[in-house]
């Protein structure tokens, strides 16, 4: 009767427990995130955003169940992370999961919303067929809304979701003006940093005259590759409008190349003794790294051309960044016959490096013969860790804290006949100018998480060491826990005799 009576009470202390840990849970959202760049804990930019929100937010996610795996981690994810907006926001983020395929209805739903109908491969009996999907969701306020069309995979979730309630909650969204007016490429040939700015700003091109400021209205300016000269009425509008507490972005060219004799050419348009006079020196110089593409080259040798591959040292790959909102989770960015940024200032500005260049590295003057088939020796690069982008942030001859980024190639963003520009190019710019003009830090969550690391860029040794961790881990623990099974009876068989005997 006893024993009944334990039994009893050790499934209803079991199912208290259960219902109480259920209960926590849907109120309080935990997860344990070990990844090194803590890609599954959510910002401090996105917390206060839930936390702060004045009017109820609802997320309606179409997600197509029974997927393959790998679509169905995605909608596990999503759901995931909708649970911990909900419980950060306290009841003011709510959502609903639609599966579209249900039915009829719901899917005209999900399209008439904006969510894109996907084709992705099923396994069905032995074989693959592809099966229309959805994976999107709708993010609404009041009788706003926005929507994700596609959610492709887990890397930048947080950063579409976040970036879509902030656009429904803020009231004025800050004013970024492209200048124009001094050689600087149009604004068609800056349409990937646009549209990525656009989630956050308003952009507008912007054209100084002599007679009066027109600044006031920006909340941060981007100057892009200029190639004609400032007249000294336009940089003092700029000093006006640093010390006044405004951002300023500054992509500039010191260096031009003339492809048909070969000759580097320096470019001088009055930008760079302004920087100087800010304590920015740009160098009258470009820099060679070994870290570059390879090119070919086509050489005649008699009847016949032959196509030699050379690597390309005057278009560096930077790799190396600083742990900054502006270059956090970048991988690598392309830069074309850059030029060093140094500081030259005194304390009351704080210069950070951003992006610098590898341990092999150095630099050519810019009126120079840029040799593709050189004979190139490890003297030519006795350089390392040259900066090609800098943050400054004080106190710029005025009262009011500013912020500038500078960039030592002016090319790097701009697009146009060149195809796609390298994402990582747009990143730096894009986050450059978001953090001149807005301080919530969602612009960390454009690279989080995308940080990848092959195996084959491991060292040999740990390579070996993880491979074989991962096949022996599992055995270990099963003989121990043999072991360990096994001397515990031996205890209990022990202990029986011993009660026998006496």
Same mark, same amino acid.
């Given at each position: 009767?006893?024993?009944?009576?334990?039994?009893?009470?050790?499934?209803?202390?079991?199912?208290?427990?259960?219902?109480?840990?259920?209960?926590?849970?849907?109120?309080?959202?935990?997860?344990?995130?070990?990844?090194?760049?803590?890609?599954?804990?959510?910002?401090?930019?996105?917390?206060?955003?839930?936390?702060?929100?004045?009017?109820?937010?609802?997320?309606?996610?179409?997600?197509?169940?029974?997927?393959?795996?790998?679509?169905?981690?995605?909608?596990?994810?999503?759901?995931?992370?909708?649970?911990?907006?909900?419980?950060?926001?306290?009841?003011?983020?709510?959502?609903?999961?639609?599966?579209?395929?249900?039915?009829?209805?719901?899917?005209?739903?999900?399209?008439?919303?904006?969510?894109?109908?996907?084709?992705?491969?099923?396994?069905?009996?032995?074989?693959?067929?592809?099966?229309?999907?959805?994976?999107?969701?709708?993010?609404?306020?009041?009788?706003?809304?926005?929507?994700?069309?596609?959610?492709?995979?887990?890397?930048?979730?947080?950063?579409?979701?976040?970036?879509?309630?902030?656009?429904l909650s803020v009231k004025e969204k800050p004013v970024i003006g492209i200048m124009?007016?001094?050689?600087?490429?149009? +604004?068609?040939?800056?349409?990937?940093?646009?549209?990525?700015?656009?989630?956050?700003?308003?952009?507008?091109?912007?054209?100084?005259?002599?007679?009066?400021?027109?600044?006031?209205?920006?909340?941060?300016?981007?100057?892009?590759?200029?190639?004609?000269?400032?007249?000294?009425?336009?940089?003092?509008?700029?000093?006006?409008?640093?010390?006044?507490?405004?951002?300023?972005?500054?992509?500039?060219?010191?260096?031009?190349?003339?492809?048909?004799?070969? %000759?580097?050419?320096?470019?001088?348009?009055? +930008?760079?003794? %302004? +920087?100087?006079?800010?304590?920015?020196?740009?160098?009258?110089?470009?820099?060679?790294?070994?870290?570059?593409?390879?090119?070919?080259?086509?050489?005649?040798?008699?009847?016949?051309?032959?196509?030699?591959?050379?690597?390309?040292?005057?278009?560096?790959?930077?790799?190396?960044?600083?742990?900054?909102?502006?270059?956090?989770?970048?991988?690598?960015? /392309?830069?074309?016959?850059?030029?060093?940024?140094?500081?030259?200032?005194?304390?009351?500005?704080?210069?950070?490096?951003?992006?610098?260049?590898?341990?092999?590295?150095?630099?050519?003057?810019?009126?120079?013969?840029?040799?593709?088939?050189?004979? %190139?020796?490890?003297?030519?690069?006795?350089?390392?860790?040259?900066?090609?982008?800098?943050?400054?942030?004080?106190?710029?001859?005025?009262?009011?804290?500013?912020?500038?980024?500078?960039?030592?190639?002016?090319?790097?963003?701009?697009?146009?006949?060149?195809?796609?520009?390298?994402?990582?190019?747009?990143?730096?710019?894009?986050?450059?100018?978001?953090?001149?003009?807005?301080?919530?830090?969602?612009?960390?969550?454009?690279?989080?998480?995308?940080?990848?690391?092959?195996?084959?860029?491991?060292?040999?040794?740990?390579?070996?060491?993880?491979?074989?961790?991962?096949?022996?881990?599992?055995?270990? +623990?099963? /003989?121990?826990?043999?072991?360990?099974?096994?001397?515990?009876?031996?205890?209990?068989?022990?202990?029986?005799?011993?009660?026998?005997?006496?």
């Amino acid at each position: 009767m006893k024993s009944r009576t334990s039994v009893i009470l050790f499934l209803v202390l079991t199912i208290g427990v259960v219902v109480l840990i259920n209960i926590l849970a849907n109120r309080f959202f935990v997860r344990l995130d070990l990844t090194q760049d803590n890609r599954y804990t959510l910002s401090k930019a996105t917390k206060e955003l839930l936390r702060n929100l004045e009017e109820p937010v609802t997320v309606t996610a179409y997600f197509t169940r029974k997927l393959d795996p790998s679509f169905d981690n995605i909608r596990k994810e999503f759901e995931d992370l909708l649970t911990e907006y909900h419980s950060i926001s306290k009841g003011m983020m709510v959502y609903e999961i639609k599966d579209p395929l249900k039915d009829e209805k719901t899917e005209q739903e999900a399209q008439q919303a904006g969510v894109m109908e996907l084709q992705v491969q099923v396994r069905e009996d032995d074989q693959f067929k592809a099966q229309k999907a959805y994976l999107g969701a709708i993010i609404k306020m009041g009788e706003q809304s926005e929507v994700i069309p596609a959610i492709g995979q887990t890397q930048g979730m947080e950063y579409s979701l976040s970036t879509a309630i902030k656009k429904l909650s803020v009231k004025e969204k800050p004013v970024i003006g492209i200048m124009q007016g001094h050689g600087e490429p149009p +604004l068609q040939n800056l349409q990937q940093a646009i549209y990525a700015l656009q989630v956050l700003n308003e952009v507008e091109p912007v054209t100084l005259t002599d007679s009066t400021d027109e600044l006031s209205k920006y909340k941060a300016i981007a100057i892009i590759a200029p190639t004609d000269s400032f007249p000294q009425s336009h940089l003092d509008q700029l000093s006006r409008y640093l010390a006044g507490g405004h951002g300023i972005f500054v992509a500039i060219n010191r260096v031009g190349a003339d492809q048909s004799s070969q %000759w580097g050419i320096p470019v001088t348009t009055g +930008l760079e003794t %302004w +920087l100087s006079q800010k304590g920015v020196d740009i160098g009258n110089t470009y820099i060679v790294d070994v870290q570059c593409p390879v090119v070919t080259l086509q050489q005649q040798q008699g009847q016949y051309v032959s196509i030699k591959p050379v690597q390309f040292y005057y278009f560096p790959f930077i790799s190396k960044f600083a742990d900054h909102p502006v270059s956090s989770g970048l991988e690598q960015i /392309i830069l074309q016959f850059a030029s060093p940024v140094t500081y030259t200032g005194d304390s009351s500005i704080a210069f950070t490096p951003l992006a610098m260049t590898s341990e092999q590295s150095g630099t050519k003057a810019s009126y120079s013969l840029y040799e593709v088939d050189k004979e %190139w020796t490890e003297n030519d690069f006795p350089m390392s860790d040259i900066t090609v982008a800098a943050a400054l942030e004080g106190k710029f001859n005025g009262n009011a804290n500013a912020r500038m980024v500078v960039v030592g190639d002016g090319d790097f963003p701009v697009g146009g006949g060149q195809g796609q520009v390298n994402p990582d190019n747009i990143n730096l710019a894009v986050n450059s100018i978001d953090w001149l003009s807005d301080n919530t830090g969602l612009i960390e969550l454009r690279t989080k998480g995308a940080t990848m690391r092959p195996l084959d860029e491991m060292e040999e040794g740990k390579r070996k060491f993880l491979k074989y961790l991962n096949f022996s881990l599992p055995l270990l +623990l099963v /003989i121990f826990y043999g072991i360990f099974r096994m001397q515990r009876n031996q205890v209990r068989r022990t202990k029986r005799m011993e009660v026998g005997h006496v």
